[in-house]
């Protein structure tokens, strides 16, 4: 038996170990957040998360799949949960089943039945929940779960396994057959069928026991020792076919609970993004080949669900384009735009809801974040030797269908280089058809990046909205980059007033632009 929810033709890699780009994605774009809000609490439910969401599906065709059986979940939560805490029971149960310290052919059999009638019983309770809910659900996933139910564990295999435990009880002895060897050994031990219950005609018309036998004296323990041994040898291969049945039962309901529990983390997400009023939508995963990235009301969801109050979303037309440039006013909404277009794909690529009104991108391979660190507490290396390190260790895993996010990289040296060191690592990603998403204040890589734009990548450049007065609606529009990203605003709201040129200086407009100046002199305010 396979639950196959998450696949249509196989089960989940759930022991493959973590990527090595899995901690930079988890702190750059606040994966804990989401997970947590997930798990509701719940530890196992924030593993499945973690472990779906790092293994991104590149199929559209199985993206898809996977979406409708998280839509049959938003439809029925009632049925999702009930079948998600049967899971649970059985695997929390058969801990509880005891086993004798003893390691015996008899006793992994005495275990085993015990196992197998818990497991009956929830099977029943599963069949059930098949019969009285299968017409609710419309997903190929769920029918085709619900239809393995109803024919692998109809009235009469679960007739015949409980026939079959009952049997294997032995209640009338235990009868094995064995052809003798050199020095009379015993060899080729076989367990027969107990013979059947004999009745009262049989005990009539019999004048004697039905075969040779010899009764064992009370203390003879040498005897008893070894007619053990040989009850051992003729059930020992009936307790280890029963024991892998058990397994392969405890194993469905593993991987139930366990497909079930991303379910369930996806239901609770839900809940917790309605309370709140966001927005979610189904994503349409675009074919292979041509970049594509349309959204309208694009935002965090970790924002989301951090905040109590509502979120501005941005709308992006970027189809086609491998190479989008992100600009303008500091605290203006570009990093949380980062964000929100990194997890939009995870969640998307893991067969979610994306955080959007609407959202549509092409797979990619992986995801890959390279984020602007704190110096080094070791002082190991500086920050740009820091920086280089990690951008060769992405070159190294990248593929041509891979998706890199760049958040103020290569900022630690002077603007000339560090805008020489983005524009030779963005066309050469682009050229290998890698998409890149790149927030800077570089104002000559960005309008260097304008004037000449990479051969072939399409690129889009998007800009922080600013009103006049200053004020950030945390939108982004499509536009050129300008040569401030507006950091008088910041000083005014912290100081109070706007800063001024020094003496001989052109002096500064409104919007901090004008002749560069390399100090001012403010007002002595008290501290």
Known sequence: MRARLLHRDRDPAWDTAPGPQEDDLTRDLDLGTLYAAMADGDAFLYECARRVMMSPLTDPEEIRYRQDVLADCLRQPETVRELYALATEALAREKRVFGSFVRSPEASLARSLDVLALFLGLLQRLRHLADTRAGEFRSAGFRRFFAMLAAELDDDCLTRLRGHAERLRFRGGVLVSARPTRGCRGAGYVLREPPHKRGWRDLFASSGPPAYTYHLPKRDEAGARALGELRGRGLDLAADALARSCDHILAFFTALRRELGFCTGCLN?????????????????????????????????????????????????????RLLVVTGANEGGKSTFLRAVGLAHLMAQSGMFAAAVSFAADPRDQVFTHFRREEDPDLVS??????????????????????????????????????????????????????????????ELSHGLYTHRPHGAGTVFLRAERTPDGRRTHRLVEGPPEPTAHGADLYARVFGERPTAPVGAAPLDERGTGRPWTGCAPRSRPI
Request: aromatic letters at 4%; a negative charge; charged letters at 25%.
């Open 269 to 321: 997400l839900r809940a917790a993004l309605a309370a709140r009023g966001a927005p979610v939508c189904r994503p349409d995963p675009a074919p292979p080949g041509t970049p594509v990235l349309t959204c309208r009301g694009l935002y965090d969801v970790c924002l989301a669900l951090r905040g109590t109050g509502p979120v501005v979303g941005s709308d992006v037309d970027a189809d086609g384009a």
């Open 382 to 443: 500086g920050k740009l030797d820091e920086e280089l390190a990690r951008m060769s260790g992405i070159a190294d895993r990248l593929t041509a269908r891979g998706l890199v996010l760049f958040n103020e990289s290569f900022a630690a040296t002077d603007e000339r280089e560090g805008a020489e060191i983005n524009r030779q690592i963005l066309g050469a990603l682009t050229e290998a058809g890698v998409k890149a998403v790149c927030v800077t204040h570089l104002y």
